[in-house]
């Protein structure tokens, strides 16, 4: 195996520092070209079903749902049906965004009319079995996945779907013999050891799955198989460490598997980790990249160690100076040693690639708001909640900003909005606890608190606790505050910056942290650090 460096820089900018993000692909030039091809021949001829076709497959690829199910309508209507396979290949691709949208009785209906004008679809028959094994309708699943086999017996999906079958109903030894004979058919196939992977995680078996996720790797340059152990490692960090630490011992390519366990390790708040890893890959020589540089940054700034993160990301900028996200990380780290005209410099560079960006609006603010103008935080504040209405800690940044200009009805309201937002399950990005608390509402923000933890389920992230502890901490259940940053420190959540330093934020600890208590117990975990 040799893993090209683009390809694995393109599979880790999978897993960004917070949420996965999608691209925004009408930058690209040709892609806006075929844009306005397609709408050219549409309004040439508004009854041209290729250019609605074409269009609609095109916006499949780039995840725009919508937009390519309105295609595909248009197209199914103008279809002339003698164009069967064309016609069949566009129910089926209906029929998959009717899925994810989980519209199950109209994405069977495509498929069963996709398979009634092209009954040798392969494609078809298999997305039909796929849907109904999601639907639970295992009996006529299985059916399609014979028939698959009867097509091709060495068809390692179908014998992926049987094996899936199998779990389900119980039949272990069943599942474990399909799931033989699936490798078999096909040894080398990253993909197969993704769905493997998927298929193990489900039983539970992480050391297995993280193994599969790794092995996807050694076939080829498979994203998914780098965004499902990092997904794997927020439920078993242990298992995906494992699994990476051996393959470092066994590959060739150990630059790229050291890359891979220094950001499960970043993501998973081990950042002492996570800078080993980065250090061997700089002195061994194993690749040379502004990545490497900006993560080891992030790292450095998380350990309260800014010299060295502004040196790292000082010689990120110097090799690809085009990341804004480099400049308010710099000017992050310049804000919080009191280097304000040097922060404001790198604000305001990072502004000429996008002055609309959230984080910088809020990194400008807490700017202006150290250096005591107020005024000009409000600005940038509602500038944040204007392109982002949805980001809860803008209203919870400007509110606290109305305290210290002495406009506490401005604040009220902030927390009210926030409070007034509906929320399908509690979660934290809403920040609705921290909202209640400011209003002396502490046992209704405490049962928000635990609602959070409780619909995490059985995995509980250490982030979670963490927030859990700067929550009790701000309505003064001072135990279950330290109660709650045990469960972090123990879930090794080696973020020292929040845990000591972070003193701008309306989250934070800084109620306890003049206590003997705390001192003693973050002195007893110092060893994540």
């Known amino acids: 195996m040799r893993i090209v460096l683009k390809s694995l820089l393109l599979a880790l900018l999978l897993i960004p520092m917070q949420a996965f993000a999608q691209k925004n692909y009408l930058k690209d030039p040709m892609v806006r070209i075929a844009m306005s091809a397609y709408a050219a021949q549409i309004a040439e001829n508004p009854q041209d079903y290729t250019a609605y076709y074409n269009r609609a497959k095109d916006y499949f690829r780039y995840g725009e749902k919508e937009l390519a199910l309105a295609d595909f309508n248009k197209a199914i209507e103008l279809f002339p049906q ?57 009996r006529h699943a299985e059916n399609d996945y014979q028939a698959l086999l009867r097509r091709d017996a060495r068809c ?7 094996a899936r079958i199998a779990y389900k109903e119980q039949n272990m030894g069943s599942c474990n013999d399909y799931l033989r004979k699936a490798q078999s058919a096909n040894p080398s196939n990253a993909a197969f050891y993704v769905q493997r992977g998927k298929l193990y995680e489900e039983m539970d078996e992480h050391e297995k799955a993280a193994e599969d996720f790794v092995s996807a790797m050694f076939y080829g340059d498979n994203t998914q198989a780098v965004v499902a152990l990092n997904n794997l490692s927020k439920v078993d960090y242990a298992a995906a460490v494992k699994a990476l630490t051996s393959a470092i011992e066994s590959s060739e390519d150990k630059g790229f598997f050291y890359f891979m366990r220094a950001t499960i390790h970043k993501n998973n708040y081990h950042y002492s980790a996570s800078i080993k890893d980065w250090n061997e890959i700089v002195e061994k020589k194993y690749f040379y990249h502004n990545s490497i540089f900006a993560n080891r940054a992030y790292c450095y700034m998380r350990l309260g160690q ?26 992050r780290l310049y804000r919080v040693q009191g280097m304000f005209d040097k922060a404001a410099e790198q604000f305001s560079i990072a502004s000429t690639f996008d002055p609309s960006n959230v984080e910088l609006l809020q990194e400008r603010a807490l700017l202006a708001a150290e250096q005591k103008d107020y005024e000009t935080a409000a600005t940038y504040y509602g500038d944040a909640v204007m392109y982002n209405a949805e980001n809860a800690r803008s209203y919870l940044l400007r509110a606290d900003n109305c305290l210290l200009m002495g406009n506490e009805e401005g604040a009220v309201r902030d927390y009210e909005m926030m409070i007034s937002i509906p929320e399908e399950k509690p979660s934290m990005t809403s920040l609705r606890g921290f909202a209640l ?24 992230d250490a982030e979670t606790y963490y927030h859990a502890a700067c929550l009790y901490a701000q309505t003064g259940n001072k135990a ?22 972070e003193y701008d934020s309306p989250v934070s600890l800084a109620p306890l942290r003049n206590e003997p208590d705390f001192t003693d117990l973050v002195k007893s975990y110092a060893e994540i650090f």
């Open 437 to 460: 608390a400011r209003l002396g509402r502490a046992v209704e923000a405490e049962a928000w608190m635990e609602a959070v933890i409780e619909a995490e389920g059985a995995i509980v």
């Open 306 to 331: 800014f010299d060295y993160a502004i040196d790292d990301i000082s010689k990120a900028i110097v090799m690809k100076g085009d990341q804004m996200s480099y400049y308010i990380l710099r000017g």
């Open 82 to 138: 003698k164009e069967t396979s064309d016609l069949s290949q566009a129910y089926t691709m209906r029929a998959l965004i009717y899925q994810q949208n989980g519209e199950f009785v109209e994405a069977l209906n495509d498929l069963n009319e996709a398979l009634t004008l092209d009954p040798q679809s392969f494609y078809s028959l298999m997305a039909r079995a796929d849907l109904l094994y999601e639907m639970g309708d295992y």
């Open 480 to 501: 279950q505050a330290y109660n709650y940053l045990e469960k972090a420190f123990k879930n090794n959540y080696g973020d020292y910056y929040n845990v000591f330093f």
């Open 156 to 162: 390692q999906e179908a014998f992926l779907g049987l």
